[in-house]
């Protein structure tokens, strides 16, 4: 293998990693620029995702896309209720507060997954038609990373319309920049806040499905990767869509990168980056100024 296919390869599987960071981290951004709130826990919505979709298609024979539909659409509901019934009552609260109350909730989704599915790693098996290589400009990639790539791209040009060229987008951007005045000119915060929260449980929720056999599924995923989910959202920059999506692919590059030329520095490097782009850029890679 030549230097170039070394390269491509890299940066390819870094990108299918970045969108699976993305999907499931930009909910995790706007909720907590819109919120304030430090949802630690944003990691089991994913898991929940991934769990769904493996159950639905490994069990009970269900087509891949119904899985992914089936996983986005109940990890969204379970996301309301949650924001309705837990979340809500601690808006306002210390961030001591909020982080007792996420770490609780992620040992007790870890409990119940292991008493439902048991303690060992859930596999993803990708149906046939999404098995295989595709052979692009002379290199060779596995067909469901290329798909991955693809349907990730929808979904994310589907969102950046929803969030920037609809009403329901307008007044989070609006509660975003100053709640008082959007609830001074009649936006139901508290409404809108449940509709924000289970959409970005839903991305999450999906970006579990489609990143499951990426993101292994298994009981210890909320603690596993919540570092990886917090790391996009604090180096893209609270409350933007853009900023998360920059940070997410270049920590899926550099951790590949990372993984394929240095294993034995495990998780290192992409901290000592994290480190030096918020010490020259506190704020982010974009600033909070709209969502």
Not at 141 to 166: D, N, Q
Not at 206 to 223: E, H
Request: proline residues 3%; contains cysteine.
């Amino acid at each position: 293998m030549n230097d170039w296919s070394v390269l491509v390869g890299i940066a390819f599987l870094g990108v299918a990693y970045g969108m699976v960071l993305y999907l499931i981290s930009v909910g995790l951004s706007v909720t907590m620029g819109l919120m304030g709130f430090v949802n630690l826990a944003h990691g089991v919505f994913a898991m929940a995702g991934g769990y769904v979709t493996v159950t639905l298609m490994n069990r009970y024979g269900v087509p891949y896309f119904a899985s992914l539909a089936a996983a986005a659409i109940v990890v969204a509901a379970l996301g309301f209720v949650l924001e309705r019934t837990l979340y809500r009552r601690l808006y306002g609260t210390s961030d001591f507060d909020q982080v007792l109350f996420s770490i609780g909730l992620i040992y007790v989704s870890i409990a119940v997954v292991q008493h439902f599915w048991g303690p060992l790693t859930q596999p993803m098996r990708a149906p046939a038609y999404l098995k295989g290589i595709i052979t692009l400009g002379g290199f060779e990639f596995p067909t469901y990373r290329v798909f991955l790539i693809g349907f990730s791209i929808v979904v994310i040009a589907a969102l950046w319309l929803t969030l920037e060229r609809s009403r329901f987008g307008a007044q989070i951007r609006a509660a975003v920049d100053n709640r008082r005045m959007a609830q001074s000119l009649g936006v139901n915060t508290g409404r809108l806040f449940a509709q924000t929260f289970a959409l970005g449980s839903g991305l999450a929720g999906l970006g579990g499905g489609l990143g499951a056999d990426i993101l292994v599924t298994s009981p210890g995923y909320p603690l596993q990767y919540i570092l990886y989910f917090m790391i996009v959202v604090i180096l893209g920059g609270l409350g933007t869509i853009r900023g998360p999506f920059l940070a997410a692919l270049l920590l899926g590059i550099a951790d590949t990168a990372c993984r394929y030329f240095w294993p034995q520095m495990g998780a290192v490097f992409i901290f000592i980056l994290v480190f030096f782009i918020l010490f020259f850029r506190p704020q982010g890679l974009m600033r909070r100024a709209r969502a």
